[in-house]
């Protein structure tokens, strides 16, 4: 997974206290349920589509590839929330996933031409 971005890095070197106490409850949300890892992360993924937030679609589109989902998946997922969300709001989510999607698929790339 890669490092956290710099506003996370900083807000965690600034309030320690407060991002290991974010932390520790993220984690026992996560162990929390039956939930696996896989699954949690397309969710949180579609949680973050319906609130129409792009870092988090980000994110959670980088995390959902980390825990073993497919692009086939992850679109599906985008797809879902046709008929919820709207088409309009639909459509940002699938540029906000394909921006993760083809970055990795241009970093797979040029690490194959090496």
Known sequence: MASLPRTYE???QRYRKVWEAY??????????G??????????????SIG????GAVHSHTRRS???GATPREIRHVVLLGVTTIGFPSSMAAFSWVEDVLKK???????RRSR
Do not use: W, Y
């Open 51 to 54: 609130a129409r937030m792009e």
């Open 23 to 32: 932390d520790r409850l993220a984690n026992a949300c996560h162990q929390a």
């Open 10 to 12: 900083s807000f965690s």
């Open 34 to 47: 039956p939930v696996n890892e896989k699954n949690r992360a397309l969710v949180k993924l579609a949680i």
């Open 104 to 110: 990795r698929s241009t970093g797979r790339k040029k």
């Open 65 to 67: 590839l980390a825990a």
